[in-house]
């Protein structure tokens, strides 16, 4: 895990910005795109290598039997990639609401992949893959997923293009947008990877199981989170976080100090050995 990783230098030197004039919106923006792209010695690091014509890192996308992997700059690849996933987001009636909505959530689409990219660690020089099936779009990003942002300078970029705010509500947004459909969006996270799964609105199951283990995650080797906080991180509702909150508490996995959702939660280990297995 290399949290440093855009500020180290980039192997390759001969890097060009062409393709990203379509995702900025001004030479202002474009200006400061690239502050923060060389290193103490003059050097190209890795941030400009992530949004360079000459990016070495993709985003594939498999949808109805067809496999692209888009290049350039990685906030293009963000861009085709959407476009690409319109093509087949169909619209679709929904129970108990007026008019029609697209089968996923666009919010949901473009919120997991800037999450991708300002999450993924460009350190394992694996891509980022987009799955998408007729009940659901899997987005998979190599490197688990860390309190913070791990490409921070790619994370401003994002905010200065309007796509990220960097308040920590990506996953907020993510579940919102499923808001009256009685669907639940899903992270998975170990240590090679994280996946957000976005469910098809007309998906037949309304509220999948949910393993546990995914709130130990989230407590190793933190102080303590909100209840907020938790519940942004993994895409529960706080009811359904307080009622597996509960459960964990009654088997002495955890402890909670105050109420709401202000109240902090704590692993009865810090470290959480042992738990993993036994929190499902």
């Known amino acids: 895990m290399m949290h440093n990783f855009e500020n180290m230098q980039s192997d390759r030197q001969e890097l060009t910005f062409k393709d990203l004039d379509p995702v900025i919106v001004s030479k202002v923006s474009r200006n400061i795109a690239l502050i923060g792209t060389r290193t103490s010695e ?15 890192w993709h985003i594939t996308l498999a949808a109805r039997g067809n496999v692209r992997t888009f290049r350039g700059p990685l906030p293009k690849q963000m861009n085709d990639c959407m476009e690409a996933i319109s093509m087949f987001n169909q619209t679709v009636p929904v129970d108990n609401r007026a008019g029609m909505f697209k089968q996923f959530p666009v919010i949901a689409i473009r919120e997991s992949l800037v999450n991708a990219l300002i999450h993924f660690d460009p350190s394992l020089k694996t891509d980022i893959n987009v799955v998408m099936r007729d009940d659901r779009v899997v987005i998979t990003s190599p490197g688990n997923m860390v309190p913070v942002t ?10 200065t293009i309007g796509y990220a705010s960097l308040r920590g509500n990506g ?14 969006p899903m992270i998975k996270n170990d240590k090679c990877q994280f996946q957000v799964i976005l469910p098809s609105i007309e998906s037949e199951t309304v509220c999948p199981h949910v393993d546990a283990s995914i709130i130990v995650k989230c407590l190793i080797g933190k102080p303590g989170m909100s209840v907020s906080e938790l519940s942004s991180k993994t895409l529960l509702t706080k009811y359904e976080l307080q009622k597996m909150l509960r459960d964990l508490e009654d088997k002495g996995h955890l402890f909670t100090l105050g109420s709401g959702s202000s109240k902090m939660v704590f692993l009865s280990d810090p470290q959480g050995r042992g738990l993993l297995g036994s929190a499902s």
């Not at 996953?171 to 639940?184: F, L, N, P």
Request: aromatic letters at 12%; charged letters at 25%.
């Open 42 to 56: 003059g050097r190209y690091n890795n941030y400009a290598y992530l949004i360079s014509d000459q990016c070495p």
């Open 171 to 184: 996953a907020t947004k993510i579940r919102e947008s499923y808001d009256g459909t009685g669907i639940v």
């Open 150 to 159: 791990r490409n921070q300078r790619m994370g401003e970029f994002m905010r």
